[in-house]
């Protein structure tokens, strides 16, 4: 079974916190996603990655960046936390090429105050 | 032209009844189009998926209808379970690319 696993399940954290979101996967997929999931709003992509230390902007980077120094794991990072990142935070990973399933880990609630 | 457009927003079915999910896109260079499933407090999972050749897939209860000319897909769900409530997602995607486009979900409840 893959298995995509987030380093919390929830994060509370204040305004200008820099904050580190960890996932980990175990099945050897070149490709990671991380999305953020909002009411009525959906799946956004914020950044994939193809490869170590390979990344791209998906469809809302702004304010975040990532990191993929080895290949089963993908950190998502904001540098300074505001109000407006209070969300879910999906990782997901996929296998090289294009048309395979992405499996999500369970997301973390993260709050910023 | 990325947009993915999702409906109902909410939907409440019956035991038994049919459930069904609608989304439209406007890009045509989509072709492969999947179908998430995500129960509260757990990551969204693959649940059927198809692509433009064909149109129409099934898979057990769930059906995916395909309209190539229109651009509307649909999400099928016979002889619904209160076990399916959940929220479930559309989403395209283009050869070539590793990104989806997700609709915006459909959180779905059936009554026991």
């Known amino acids: 079974d893959v298995k995509v696993t987030q380093s919390s399940r929830y994060l509370v954290k204040r305004t200008g916190e820099k904050v580190f979101l960890e996932c980990v996967q175990d099945m050897d997929h070149e490709n990671m996603f991380w999305y953020r999931q909002d009411p009525g709003l959906g799946l956004r992509l914020i950044y994939f990655s193809y490869d170590v230390k390979m990344k791209e902007k998906g469809d809302i980077p702004e304010g975040y960046s990532v990191s993929r120094e080895k290949k089963e794991r993908f950190s998502l990072i904001l540098e300074s936390a505001s109000t407006n990142q209070t969300s879910m935070y999906l990782c997901?990973?996929?296998?090289?090429?294009?048309?395979?399933?992405?499996?999500f880990g369970p997301g973390t609630r993260l709050t910023v105050t | 032209q990325q947009q993915v457009k999702q409906s109902p927003q909410s939907l409440i079915v019956q035991k038994g009844g049919i459930s069904i999910i609608n989304c439209a896109y406007e890009n045509t260079a989509f072709d492969y189009f999947p179908w998430y499933q995500q129960f509260p407090g757990k990551g969204p999972a693959l649940l059927i998926a198809?692509?433009?050749?064909?149109s129409e897939k099934k898979e057990g209860r769930f059906t995916i209808s395909f309209n190539k000319s229109a651009k509307q897909f649909s999400l099928h769900i016979m002889d619904s379970q209160p076990g399916d409530s959940a929220t479930y997602f559309c989403?395209?995607?283009?050869?070539?690319?590793?990104?989806?486009?997700f609709g915006t979900g459909t959180r779905l409840k059936v009554l026991a």
């Open positions: 198809i692509r433009p050749d064909v």
């Open positions: 997901a990973s996929s296998l090289s090429g294009w048309g395979h399933e992405q499996y």
């Open positions: 989403a395209a995607s283009t050869s070539g690319t590793y990104k989806y486009i």
